[in-house]
């Protein structure tokens, strides 16, 4: 069964520090990746998404994160934090590693102070 | 512009009381979701539809049923609520053959 797990509920970095959240994944078969972000009193959005391609993919916002399947690793990256990106983020794995439904982690809540 | 809709965006209700979420497209997606949120907590499947006539229970367990009458309309109705409902209801679509998911802003329900 397919499962994620991201550590740290919350993270806090200062603005343009490095923004690093990371995400475990476990799939029994070949899993698509997803980072969704959600701005207060907003629907999630899509931020980026791994679907067998490249394993360093690009997304939105200067965000990138990178698929290690030795790591089951899919850690969401930021050079340079900016104010905006305050958010709650969310990695999330497709079921059957097709386009159907999908497992989300508990979220991580990213703070970024001036 | 399409969207997708969901009202009402927040909801404080008495235990018992029968209460409907309304969820509305215009993006044309074949595909529905109902997922529940709740803080620190993964968002969790309770419903999904790939078409008209078409539901389906998700992987959490839930009181709460659904119906799909038509393309553009979701609504997922409790016959009875209970404090155990209090949660956040996010509605998503996804077109065929598409994998990206998009999200309604979400029902906050509070039930006393």
């Known amino acids: 069964a397919q499962s994620v797990t991201q550590l740290g509920s919350h993270v806090s970095v200062s603005e343009g520090a490095l923004v690093l959240l990371r995400c475990n994944y476990s799939?029994?078969?070949?899993?698509?990746l997803f980072w969704y972000v959600q701005y207060p009193n907003q629907g999630l959005q899509l931020l980026l998404k791994?679907?067998?391609?490249?394993?360093l993919v690009k997304g939105i916002n200067g965000f990138e994160a990178e698929f290690k399947k030795s790591e089951t690793s899919f850690h969401l990256t930021k050079p340079s934090a900016h104010m905006s990106d305050a958010a709650e983020y969310f990695c999330?794995?497709?079921?059957?590693?097709?386009?159907?439904?999908?497992?989300f982690g508990a979220g991580t809540r990213l703070a970024v102070h001036p | 512009e399409a969207d997708i809709y969901q009202t009402p965006r927040y909801l404080v209700i008495g235990t018992g009381k029968k209460i409907t979420l309304e969820c509305s497209q215009t993006?044309?997606?074949?595909?529905m979701y109902w997922y529940q949120q709740d803080p620190g907590m993964e968002l969790h499947l309770i419903h999904y539809?790939?078409?008209?006539?078409?539901?389906e229970k998700g992987d959490l367990s839930s009181e709460s049923t659904v119906s799909r009458i038509r393309t553009e309309h979701f609504p997922l109705t409790l016959e009875s609520a209970r404090p155990s409902h209090t949660s956040q209801y996010l509605c998503?679509?996804?077109?065929?053959?598409?994998?990206?998911?998009?999200f309604g802003s979400g029902t906050q329900l509070s039930v006393l």
């Open positions: 539809s790939y078409g008209v006539n078409s539901t």
């Open positions: 791994y679907t067998s391609a490249a394993t």
């Open positions: 999330a794995v497709s079921v059957g590693g097709g386009y159907n439904k999908l497992i």
């Open positions: 998503a679509t996804q077109a065929g053959g598409d994998e990206k998911l998009f």
């Open positions: 799939s029994s078969v070949p899993p698509y």
């Open positions: 993006m044309g997606h074949d595909k």
